[in-house]
């Protein structure tokens, strides 16, 4: 959508101060979650996040996710992966592998520094929201990123080789199996943290970042109690398309619709959410399908999706900020 003028005949975007509640998981959500953080007051922010494909590897409690939106949001992810620290080394893999250990999962030195201090302070008895806000703050992030929960959720993938833990698919056997299906081991009896209960609760509008349905956006909405409270939301509703042009941009999220019988698109991913939806927007070259998307009693808006720099991530963020005043209205 375009935004309204100003007297000068620029665009501007159209004013939308929160709070807003996004649903996050992989390197798009991250990037959409930068852009809403500049696009938004301080504080105005909560990015709950999936952490279904959360491991534990050496020792250490890894959440992937939760690090790419931190990392992200704290200006040190790696600007061409979207993911990890920029800059950072492999010494400690390295040395590691020389000893026979496994070197699959890719940790930078620096990144051990995150897991390490996360899985002291679970150790301790803090729960992953608190040791999550903790290295937020100590990174400068001012917007609230919260766990989907603070209990135990694994994404499980059923594929033609028995059931993988999802890191196992995704990296480590690089997304090759087909997939068969996919469940949330642990779901049924997981809870909200007060703090993204309360997120949701107290939101404006809510924002489906461009991430994976099937196991990024999925593992949240499989949580009893966020579910229920975005079905039951009286505020905007709206996703962002992670399918450009029929393709993933980033991640299996192509793959996996494909092998699961959803169609590989923009209007693919709008059927999968739309009972948690109002509105959805996908990029301005597939805009040929804004009808289909309509068809599902959906209000959608084609706007440039591909974000490539902090402007881009900042535009997108305005617009479906916009987008959210537009059906508030």
């Not at 534990?56 to 931190?70: E, F, R």
Request: proline share 6%.
């Amino acid at each position: 959508m375009r935004a309204p003028a100003s007297s000068s005949g620029e665009l501007r975007p159209v004013s939308f101060r929160g709070p807003v509640a996004a649903l996050a998981g992989g390197v798009g959500g991250a990037k959409l979650a930068v852009g809403l953080a500049l696009a938004l007051p301080e504080g105005a922010l909560s990015v709950i996040v999936n952490t279904a494909d959360d491991l534990t590897l050496h020792g250490l409690h890894i959440s992937p996710d939760l690090d790419t939106v931190m990392y992200n949001l704290a200006g040190l992810a790696d600007p061409q992966a979207g993911w990890g620290i920029a800059g950072d080394t492999a010494g400690a893999l390295g040395l590691l592998g020389r000893y026979g250990g496994p070197t699959w999962f890719r940790l930078g030195d620096k990144d051990l520094a995150t897991h390490i201090r996360r899985t002291q302070r679970l150790a301790e008895g803090a729960r992953l929201t608190e040791a999550t806000a903790e290295l937020c703050r100590a990174l400068g992030v001012r917007a609230r990123v919260l766990p989907m929960t603070d209990s135990p959720v694994a994404t499980r993938v059923q594929t033609p080789e028995g059931e993988l833990e999802f890191q196992d698919y995704f990296v480590a056997r690089g997304t090759r199996p087909w997939v068969l299906g996919v469940r949330f081991q642990g779901a049924e009896e997981a809870r909200p943290s007060p703090e993204a209960a309360r997120a949701l609760e107290e939101a404006r509008a809510i924002v489906f970042c461009p991430s994976n349905p099937i196991v990024s956006v999925g593992p949240i909405l499989a949580v009893a109690g966020i579910r229920e409270r975005i079905l039951a939301a009286r505020v905007p509703r709206i996703a962002v398309s992670p399918i450009v042009g029929g393709v993933a941009l980033k991640g299996p999220a192509a793959e996996m619709l494909r092998s699961l019988g959803h169609e590989v698109s923009a209007a693919g991913v709008a059927a999968i959410l739309r009972e948690h939806l109002d509105g959805f927007v996908l990029d301005e070259r597939d805009a040929a399908l804004l009808p289909q998307v309509e068809g599902l009693g959906l209000k959608a808006k084609a706007l440039p999706t591909v974000m490539t720099d902090g402007a881009s991530k900042q535009r997108l963020a305005e617009g479906v900020l916009a987008f959210a005043a537009e059906l508030a209205r």
